[in-house]
């Protein structure tokens, strides 16, 4: 039975802002453009605002021209010689307003702004907002009002003045805590919207889909609030649910409708509804149009039926069949632009993910934008998204409301999204020091709170944290601290240790796992190779902890180490899932001492998209598109032993490959998933003083895959380092390549060097630098003995300077 109602009831999580977010399709404009940024703070507003006569010394301080999304900390937070900039900083721009609608209503959505942000329109101020990541929305109808029949508005022609300070000071008494390993930036680093309204519009949807797997059928829930700060009294609304081909499935008018509260409309029901899946994720969307004094609104949210469930002590089940999670995390944070990463990066960003395979995300450590909610439905991926509660302890009463309001805002804005399965209440909420006194009741009691309201506000998904042991009973998933062959053991370990855990709780869920690689970072075994046939011994795991180190930050070891632990996770019927970390490097305060300073490199791509190794590894396991990948291709020169077998690595997905040295077939080999390392696809071959080229080739395939790589190979034995070969590669127009390489008083390259590196210039160029990156860092620890860094040339002439410790500077002149 259907059932329309009216309800006089506003709900609790729209209190302090005006609503979540804007769910409509029209009259949304991003405001990207004609900005103005002051990273400091200023006396009073009436600063930004006042005239200003050339020459006087009153004149403002200088202010730089940006496009938003912006971040304050784009380069600083990882530049090696500053600490990140925390503080205040402001925004300002004229708005050209024109509002379809008359009468209508004018909102500042944001997207997320950090960490604490204040709206001035002219001089009133109109919203402010504690919390860097929810969705917010201020109304400025009223103050615009104002300011135009102001005697002020005359000298900005028309235009709405526009005033936005941030602010990302420390602040102990607010999450997430500055102890976290990750960056509290700041700025406008999501989209702010300009959204016209009419005067009754649809303020937020909620819609819920429950799924009768066996009887094939399903029903749906509708709710909403409307919008209508003027009070009208009639209106009308329409109600359109349409499947994943946009056929309407569902329809219902009603006329005379008084638009205030709550309207809800109960039990549709659908038969042989599409699915939502990570392999069909099918999407339906209900659209909700309300009219009103002539005037239309449609407001139009996605959804998806699905089912699924975490067996006790056993495995994951999605819409009633087995699914192995497969997971990665992602900090919201890029090369150049910190927290202000575009759609289009986003866009890429997640679907370089599900190339790799993965059907699982942990949103890390905070509420995510809504651009990657909808890429997560489209593309088919499940996530656990959690609050910003991580580290720290517990403070004062601010502190225990601002936790539980970001967790309702974050339930409530992304009820909608079939993707979230998981509410995330914390991370590593075992780790004190932020307050005087920590106390493990006082962390229970928040935890249990927040577990109540999640399930209060949520009774469809489950909530979980991840490493504080002594909260583990309080949520339906845990996950605890297993980083075999990285921070404990070796990874041989990684099955024992996670059944040891796994059958301490009732869901075991295994989100971080993994360790640092430094891009471009090598090693060659040093224990004898394993010979073909054998299983036994220490040489039998062939670049295992006991054979490459695991503080190396060499992608060898991590490639191995990942490697391990798929093979693994193919083999263990009680898991549930996995969540590698994490899927990019990024940016953190409390890593200065890295191979690239202030950044976490245990990303299996950098922090600018560039794949390292291991992406291709979890390729290898994860995806059905045929793929083919010879280990080293940021390998240019191994070493070794004039005669000395040395190991090749391919990973693929395909049955079976044959490998070239040098145009000589070395013989074609099955793939095995449980043949470690490289699920077989392994050859020990011997190589040539000098250039060697390798060639890899899929048999018995319907397309055939090829991949090809040449580096040299050293036999000479190097000594202490004493000085640089330096030479410069133009890479495009205006662009030109670095690379410094140590060498020892004969000038044979130490291949093991892994001394810190820094670079300067001087002249009409200037350096690719604080990107975070391999080639975009002043300051580097030596890859195998070598260091790159971009320079941009600006069409002139410059000198770039290397420098190490107690190695002579060399210069190059670039141009």
């Known amino acids: ?333 890029h090369a150049g632009v910190g927290a202000a990463m575009t759609e289009e990066q986003m866009i890429q960003e997640m679907k370089m993910m599900k190339d790799m395979g993965v059907n699982f995300i942990r949103l890390g450590h905070y509420q995510q934008s809504e651009i990657i909610l909808n890429l997560c439905d489209e593309l088919g991926i499940l996530v656990w998204e959690e609050i910003p509660w991580c580290r720290g302890g517990v403070g004062n009463e601010t502190y225990r409301r601002q936790t539980k309001r970001m967790l309702n805002n974050m339930i409530i804005q992304h009820y909608n999204h079939p993707s979230v399965i998981i509410w995330g209440l914390g991370n590593e909420n075992d780790w004190p020091n932020d307050f005087p006194v920590f106390k493990q009741n006082e962390i229970r009691k928040l935890m249990s709170e927040l577990n109540t309201i999640a399930h209060q506000l949520d009774k469809t998904r489950k909530t979980a944290i991840r490493r504080c042991d002594f909260c583990s009973d309080i949520v339906d998933v845990y996950s605890p601290s297993v980083w075999a062959g990285w921070y404990r053991g070796n990874y041989t370990d990684y099955q024992k240790m996670s059944k040891e855990e796994m059958e301490k709780v009732r869901h075991f869920l295994h989100v971080e796992w993994g360790g640092d690689s430094h891009a471009g970072r090598h090693a060659e075994a040093v224990a004898p190779l394993r010979k073909e046939g054998e299983v036994e011994g220490d040489a039998a795991l062939n670049g295992s902890a006991l054979v490459l180190k695991k503080g190396d930050w060499s992608e060898t070891y991590i490639v191995k180490l990942i490697d391990w632990h798929l093979k693994e996770q193919e083999n263990m019927p009680w898991l549930t899932g996995t969540a590698y970390w994490p899927f990019k490097d990024f940016s953190t305060p409390v890593r200065p001492a890295n191979p690239i300073p202030y950044v976490n490199q245990k990303g299996v791509i950098e922090r600018d998209f560039t794949p390292k190794e291991s992406y291709y590894v979890f390729q290898s396991y994860w995806t059905k598109k045929p793929m083919l990948h010879i280990y080293g291709h940021s390998w240019p020169v191994r070493w070794g032993n004039d005669g000395d077998e040395k190991e090749i690595l391919v990973y693929s997905n395909c049955s079976k490959v044959e490998l070239f040295v040098n145009g000589e077939s070395q013989g074609i080999h099955q793939r095995d998933s449980q043949d470690f390392p490289a699920a077989g696809l392994r050859w020990n071959v011997k190589l040539k003083n000098g250039l060697n080229t390798l060639r890899a080739v899929t048999v018995d395939t319907k397309e055939s895959l090829t991949d090809e790589l040449t580096f040299e190979y050293q036999t000479e034995k190097w000594g202490k380092a004493t000085a640089f070969q330096v030479k410069a590669t133009p890479l495009k127009s205006g662009i030109i390549k670095v690379e410094a390489q140590l060498v020892d008083d004969k000038g044979i390259r130490c291949l093991d060097s892994r001394e810190f590196i820094y670079f300067d210039i001087a002249g009409d160029g200037k350096l690719i630098q604080n990107q975070g990156t391999v080639t975009g860092s002043r300051k580097i620890q030596a890859r195998n003995g070598r260091a790159q860094i971009l320079v941009q040339t600006h069409q002139g002439t410059s000198c770039v300077a290397v420098k190490a410790n107690n190695i002579q500077t060399s210069f190059i002149t670039v141009k």
């Not at 709900?11 to 804007?22: E, H, I, S, W």
């Not at 602040?171 to 919207?193: H, Q, T, V």
């Not at 009308?236 to 709550?262: H, M, R």
Request: a neutral charge.
């Open 1 to 333: 039975m259907k059932r329309f109602i009216l309800l006089l009831v506003i709900y609790g999580f729209v209190v302090g802002d005006l609503y979540a977010k804007v769910p409509t399709t029209c009259h949304k404009i991003r405001l990207k453009d004609n900005w103005e940024f002051l990273r400091q703070d200023v006396g009073n507003i009436w600063e930004l605002v006042r005239p200003v006569k050339k020459g006087q010394p009153e004149e403002q301080p200088i202010w730089t021209q940006v496009t938003l999304p912006h971040c304050f900390n784009a380069e600083d937070a990882v530049d090696p010689n500053v600490n990140y900039y925390q503080g205040p900083g402001w925004y300002r721009t004229c708005l050209k307003l024109n509002n379809p609608y008359q009468n209508g209503r004018v909102l500042l959505e944001f997207e997320g702004a950090g960490q604490k942000t204040d709206v001035y329109i002219y001089m009133t101020k109109v919203g402010s907002h504690v919390g860097g990541y929810d969705s917010w929305n201020v109304d400025i109808t009223d103050a615009v009002q104002t300011f135009l029949l102001s005697k002020d508005a005359e000298r900005f022609g028309g235009k709405i003045p526009l005033s936005i300070r941030c602010d990302n000071t420390r602040d102990a008494e607010m999450i997430p805590s500055d102890l976290s390993d990750f960056n509290l930036y700041g700025g406008i680093y999501r989209y702010l919207n300009l959204v016209y309204l009419p005067e009754v519009s649809v303020a937020s949807l909620k819609i819920v889909p429950t799924l009768d797997t066996k009887m094939k059928k399903a029903s749906l829930d509708i709710s909403g609030l409307f919008y209508n700060p003027t009070d009208i009294r009639q209106a009308s609304v329409e109600v359109f649910v349409k499947n994943p081909q946009g056929k309407i499935v569902y329809a219902q008018s009603l006329g005379d409708v008084t638009p205030l509260g709550e309207f809800s409309i109960q039990g549709i029901n659908l038969d042989n509804p599409y699915l939502w899946d990570v392999i069909s994720p099918q999407l339906y969307t209900c659209e909700v149009v309300v009219t009103a004094n002539g005037q239309k609104m449609t407001a139009m949210e996605k959804f998806g039926f699905r089912s699924f469930e975490f067996i006790e002590k056993g495995p994951f089940f999605l819409n009633g069949k087995r699914l192995l999670l497969r997971g990665t995390h992602r900090h919201e944070d």
